[in-house]
């Protein structure tokens, strides 16, 4: 494991301002400047978003096997001749270490929470070779910048929570971004009271659930495609129309868009879901569909529901969960006689591992049933939720729910502050 000391103490030493960039994903360059030994030149891969909290690993490959190394690492380029070769970080940090029997060393740390944006790393690898002229040899350097937070989208005051029937619309609509629309459908027509999301990219837009019924939803979404194409330009601009799951209350206003011009509406099947997002396979692929100049990672994560996927949105950072995790009551029905638990432990665990180095704005699931006292949940169903917790949740949530799963060697419920895991059958 990477000495956490190493990045703390790095990052505490100096900020240096660059560029802005965006929040995800590879803030990566690599500078070169190796300098080859008896193997050939050793070679440093760096992977990670330097985004708060994220995963950071640094990987040296083809050095001399069983070597005393050292690993060299500041927030400022140096670029000195140095044993034959070229220093290129200044050396804030030198970290002995020792090459594997393969010539290799991987470490793996948590980057800062709360560096500055467009904080430089460099980082190099200096080996002790008697191949080389001078007694050693070095890696590439690579040069990391701190990207800007996760944009902070629109969020409104208070979403509608079936408190204000006489006064409140059917659908709420929010505009998060200049490219992103949240949605959600008034208890009042449904006690589900569902979220829905829509995402604009250059080529086509594409919309996740479509609410419980009762709603206008075809209408509500077609009027805000169309302003969007016309304000971009956009002309016979399509849409796509998928799901989180295929639960009643995601999938009901779905036949308002079928056989609508432009429209294009992904079954609900494992099978139907697999084949759109060209799944091979099924779940443990995770694959990216395209917006145009906007990139959508599609995460299978059965366990609540065969066909459920989570969607992480490289534009806003959000990570939408579905019914997997949201402030409520986390059912996962059939959990031992179908085997459902089991698969909603290695879905958290896929999610989590994924999101390791990506930033996340916030994660946002599909309902809200949760009170915003911790621990105190609206009963099931409700149709009524005055005080209820707000939607969003974070990386810290999404660790929680992994780890109590994963704890589990029997389902059993569990509450926590803002969640509620219901396993039963």
């Given at each position: 494991m990477l000495r956490s000391s190493l990045l703390l103490v790095a990052v505490a030493a100096l900020a240096l301002r660059a560029e802005a960039q965006s929040p995800c994903c590879n803030p990566w360059s690599d500078l070169g400047q190796s300098l080859a030994g008896a193997a050939g030149a050793p070679s440093l891969d760096a992977t990670g978003s330097l985004a708060d909290g994220t995963q950071l690993v640094l990987d040296l490959d083809g050095a001399a096997h069983s070597a005393p190394s050292w690993l060299v690492a500041g927030l400022a380029s140096l670029s000195a001749p140095f044993k034959g070769g070229v220093m290129v970080p200044v050396p804030q940090i030198v970290l002995p270490l020792v090459t594997d029997a393969n010539g290799r060393i991987s470490l793996v740390g948590s980057w800062p929470v709360g560096v500055l944006q467009g904080t430089n790393l460099f980082a190099q690898f200096w080996v002790q070779d008697a191949g080389s002229p001078k007694g050693y040899a070095a890696s590439n350097?690579?040069?990391?910048?701190?990207?800007?937070?996760?944009?902070?989208?629109?969020?409104?005051?208070?979403?509608?929570?079936?408190?204000?029937?006489?006064?409140?619309?059917?659908?709420?609509?929010?505009?998060?971004?200049?490219n992103t629309w949240i949605l959600r459908q008034s208890k009042c027509t449904n006690f589900e009271g569902p979220f829905m999301f829509l995402f604009?990219?250059?080529?086509r837009a594409i919309m996740f659930d479509t609410g419980a019924g009762n709603i206008p939803i075809y209408d509500t979404v077609n009027g805000i495609v169309q302003g969007w194409a016309t304000a971009h330009g956009k002309v016979n601009y399509p849409l796509v129309v998928a799901h989180t799951h295929g639960h009643?209350?995601?999938?009901?206003?779905?036949?308002?868009?079928?056989?609508?011009?432009?429209?294009?509406?992904?079954?609900?099947?494992?099978?139907?879901?697999?084949?759109?997002?060209?799944?091979?396979?099924?779940?443990?692929?995770?694959?990216q569909f395209e917006l145009g100049g906007r990139t959508l990672d599609i995460i299978a994560t059965p366990g609540h529901q065969s066909a459920h996927i989570s969607i992480y949105d490289h534009e806003t950072c959000l990570l939408l969960m579905g019914d997997m995790l949201y402030p409520g009551h986390l059912f996962i029905s059939g959990a031992v006689s179908q085997g459902n638990f089991a698969k909603y432990k290695a879905s958290a665990q896929r999610v989590v591992d994924f999101m390791a180095d990506k930033p996340i704005a916030w994660v946002f699931g599909n309902h809200v049933e949760a009170k915003n006292i911790p621990f105190q949940f609206y009963p099931y169903p409700s149709s009524s939720q005055p005080d209820e917790h707000d939607p969003y949740l974070t990386r810290a949530h999404l660790l929680e729910l992994n780890a109590a799963v994963q704890a589990m060697t029997t389902p059993v419920v569990q509450t926590h502050a803002d969640f509620r895991i219901e396993p039963n059958g």
């Open positions: 350097a690579q040069q990391g910048i701190t990207p800007p937070p996760p944009p902070v989208g629109n969020v409104p005051a208070d979403w509608i929570n079936g408190s204000n029937c006489a006064g409140d619309p059917p659908i709420q609509i929010d505009q998060y971004g200049p604009f990219g250059q080529d009643g209350d995601h999938i009901a206003g779905d036949p308002q868009f079928a056989g609508k011009p432009n429209v294009t509406l992904v079954g609900t099947s494992q099978a139907a879901v697999a084949a759109f997002f060209g799944f091979v396979d099924w779940p443990n692929d995770i694959v």
